[in-house]
T-cell receptor, first 111, second 114 residues
Framework: QKEVEQDPGPLSVPEGAIVSLNCTYSNSAFQYFMWYRQYSRKGPELLMYTYSSGNKEDGRFTAQVDKSSKYISLFIRDSQPSDSATYLCAMRPNAGNMLTFGGGTRLMVKP | EAGVTQSPTHLIKTRGQQATLRCSPISGHTSVYWYQQALGLGLQFLLWYDEGEERNRGNFPPRFSGRQFPNYSSELNVNALELEDSALYLC?????????????FGPGTRLLVL
């Protein structure tokens, strides 16, 4: 079993929809949680960064962390065709800098 | 401010050859990380360098090696290339500020082994 599980999709939604992307993990030592967006043939771009449990909002994006359930989510409101990309969750413990990534969810937002 | 840069963008090699990939971190960043993104395997941590020293290594064979130069740029070397080494190799950099470093990625080098 992988340390971080993420539904690979693809997830197809109409423009304007609310998108929910999720990851589950098994390592209780993970304390820092990130969401990256990766366009085709590009490097990952950091979207959201959270520490421990709770919510964080940035524009149309909201990140949620539930450490008791070992579950993190990224919500995208008013989705746009430009949001079409692969979304990667990543996490790491307090000690050490190595990021552990989920496999990525491919999102397609149709006009 | 320039982001993380990597060269070359594409590299084609044959089995058994050696590949050298280069990375320049964001100005002021001292830590450099290398990841492999192979089809179907996702992003996997390879190596972490900070202040010229190798700090951590992922679950990869010794033929994957690298170094960090005094200007904090880094080089990844892959010896005795195998077909399964074909992947996107991503470099990331961060400030060394305790436990809250954020890693910023470059565009990657796409390595194809024939």
């Amino acid at each position: 079993q992988k340390e971080v599980e993420q539904d690979p999709g693809p997830l197809s939604v109409p423009e304007g929809a609310i998108v929910s992307l999720n990851c589950t993990y098994s390592n209780s030592a993970f304390q820092y949680f990130m969401w990256y967006r990766q366009y085709s043939r590009k490097g990952p771009e950091l979207l959201m960064y959270t520490y421990s449990s709770g919510n964080k909002e940035d524009g149309r994006f909201t990140a949620q962390v539930d450490k008791s359930s070992k579950y993190i989510s990224l919500f995208i409101r008013d989705s746009q065709p430009s949001d079409s990309a692969t979304y990667l969750c990543a996490m790491r413990p307090n000690a050490g800098n190595m990021l552990t990534f989920g496999g990525g969810t491919r999102l397609m937002v149709k006009p | 401010e320039a982001g993380v840069t990597q060269s070359p963008t594409h590299l084609i090699k044959t089995r058994g050859q050696q590949a050298t990939l280069r990375c320049s971190p964001i100005s002021g960043h001292t830590s450099v990380y290398w990841y492999q993104q192979a089809l179907g395997l996702g992003l996997q941590f390879l190596l972490w360098y900070d202040e010229g020293e190798e700090r951590n290594r992922g679950n990869f064979p010794p033929r994957f090696s690298g170094r960090q130069f005094p200007n904090y740029s880094s080089e990844l070397n892959v010896n005795a290339l195998e077909l399964e080494d074909s992947a996107l190799y991503l470099c990331a950099s961060s400030l060394r500020q305790g436990a809250a470093e954020t890693q910023y990625f470059g565009p990657g080098t796409r390595l194809l082994v024939l």
